[in-house]
């Protein structure tokens, strides 16, 4: 039972199976670049190289979809982990829309690539209480004053007996299906002309000799970046999924308690549920990738009350992603000083928020290594972890 529900709606591994082969040439010798990672982030890097015509090979040590991007619970939400009014307190105005925009668009980008792994739901942040409506709506009327897409729902809102004080509604967002979704990414990347190389372990950066190398192991790259292990810690998620449950009640993605419950019905009932985290902390800061009776009971009683009764469980699994100190990801060129050699970049470190942020990320690094700037990555740059001497700061 240990076992996304995601692996087994696979079609026996067509869709993350080798797709078609292009660059046969960047097989044999050095790539001009190496990714390291096999989620959304490396794939979306290696699909903008390749399509500019770069030898790029990924390496990645379980494969595609091994890490957190096929073990998520499918929400694909614009934004950072940061709330839009948190960020602009946090970044100011300027940068916390050019951010919001970045996603936008990488959604856009998602929904066109995936096909119907993608379904344009929307999402809905709800209040379990009135403090956490207050943050809500505070988020609501930032995003509203700068003109994105945003609504307002009073309650009754999300079910679960009317126990909501009111939710967000972010139109533009949606449900993925990450292991089909993840492997259409990779086989577009695969046809483009890059190279993935499963079950392919990088132990060292100093091994890979290509000029331009790329971590984007999320929260799973310890020591690759021995000055990182300390700046992007691991959180893990746990999942559950149920039989199929009708009527067919959970409209969209939905989250709550600061995302630390949500939950989305797929289209034949089969209702997911992950979170509780904060139930143990201490113990869910791990790359483990088990599941433990405290938090699955939990999850067990939160799928009890969106459905109004207790439901077979048929999947529990669970995945880690990287955590910040500030909750934003590490995306750019990493010093010399810090990686140890030349020409290494990493994005990173989504605390919790990587679905979208990571497509848009993995392209923006295979842009800077083509020698074209972002500055919407500005406040993604890796140095603001850093002092001029490697230490974390
Ligand atoms: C339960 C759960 C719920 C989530 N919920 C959400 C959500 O609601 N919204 C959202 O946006 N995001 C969510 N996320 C986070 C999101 O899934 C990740 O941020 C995103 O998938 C990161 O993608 P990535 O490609 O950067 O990393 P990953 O998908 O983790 O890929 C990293 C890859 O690197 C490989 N690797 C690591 N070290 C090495 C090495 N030394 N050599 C070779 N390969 C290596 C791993 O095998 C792995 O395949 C959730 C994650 C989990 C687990």
Do not use: K
Not at 7 to 23: I, V
Not at 303 to 310: F, R
């Amino acid at each position: 039972m240990l076992r996304s529900l995601w692996l087994d709606d696979d079609d026996g591994g067509r869709l993350t199976g080798p797709g078609p082969q292009r660059a046969a040439a960047a097989r044999v010798g050095t790539p001009s670049v190496e990714i390291v990672g096999a989620g959304v982030t490396g794939l979306s890097c290696a699909l903008t190289l390749a399509e500019a015509g770069i030898a790029v090979r990924v390496h990645d040590a379980r494969g595609v979809a091994g890490g957190a991007s096929g073990r998520n619970a499918g929400f694909a939400l614009r934004g950072t982990a940061l709330a839009y009014d948190e960020a602009r307190d946090a970044l100011g105005p300027q940068a916390a829309r050019e951010l919001w925009a970045l996603s936008e668009v990488a959604l856009l980008r998602l929904a066109a690539l995936a096909g119907d792994a993608f379904r344009p739901e929307g999402s809905l942040r709800l209040a379990v209480d009135a403090a956490e409506r207050v943050r809500i709506r505070a988020e609501y009327e930032a995003l509203a004053a700068d003109g994105f897409a945003a609504e307002w729902r009073e309650p009754p809102v999300g079910g679960c007996g009317g126990r909501f004080h009111g939710a967000l509604f972010h139109p533009n967002d949606g449900a993925i299906h990450p292991l089909r979704w993840i492997g259409r990414l990779a086989n577009v990347a695969r046809a483009a002309g890059a190279e993935i190389v499963e079950g392919s372990r990088v132990g060292s950066l100093a091994d890979l000799a290509a000029a331009h190398v790329v971590v984007a192991t999320d929260g799973l790259g310890a020591g690759l970046l021995p000055a990182l292990d300390a700046v992007i810690v691991p959180a893990r998620g746990q999942v559950i999924a149920t039989a199929p449950v009708q009527p067919h009640t959970v409209v969209c993605p939905h989250y709550a308690r600061e995302g630390f419950d949500y939950w989305q019905q797929l289209p034949d009932g089969r209702l997911v549920v992950g979170g509780c985290r904060d139930t143990d902390p201490t113990r869910e800061a791990t790359r483990d990738d088990g599941v433990t009776p405290q938090i699955q009971s939990r999850l067990e009683e939160l799928a009890a009350a969106v459905l109004g009764a207790p439901p077979l469980i048929t999947h529990r699994w669970s995945g880690s992603w990287g955590e910040t100190p500030d909750r934003l990801p590490l995306v750019g060129p990493v010093a010399e000083a810090v990686a140890g050699r030349s020409g290494v970049w990493i994005a990173a470190g989504y605390s919790g928020h990587g679905n979208v942020l990571g497509l848009a990320c993995g392209d923006l690094i295979a842009r800077g290594i083509l020698g074209e700037a972002a500055s919407v990555l500005a406040p993604f740059d890796p140095a603001r972890r850093f002092d001029g001497a490697a230490a974390p700061l």
